[in-house]
């Protein structure tokens, strides 16, 4: 998962239209040159993505410790 933007990121349309059209193309070229073998690229929300994620039934471990131990 990787996200893109931020709370005020696409204020103007346009900007946002650009900005999600590079992203399209970005996306297609690395599918046609075939350079993410592995992985399948979807643009979609984040509420899509948990979603699929969700739906794949699997189990995941959770890190209970501390991540600032200092």
């Known amino acids: 998962m990787?996200?893109?933007?931020?709370?005020?990121?696409?204020?103007?349309?346009?900007?946002?239209?650009y900005n999600y059209e590079k992203l399209e193309m970005m996306r297609d070229y690395l599918e046609d040159t075939k350079?993410?073998?592995?992985?399948?690229?979807?643009?979609?929300?984040?509420?899509?993505?948990?979603e699929a994620i969700k739906k794949t039934n699997k189990k995941y471990s959770v890190y209970n410790g501390d991540f600032f131990p200092y």
């Open 35 to 50: 350079m993410i073998k592995k992985f399948k690229i979807i643009i979609a929300t984040p509420s899509e993505y948990f």
């Open 2 to 17: 990787m996200i893109y933007g931020e709370d005020f990121f696409f204020k103007e349309i346009n900007e946002a239209r």
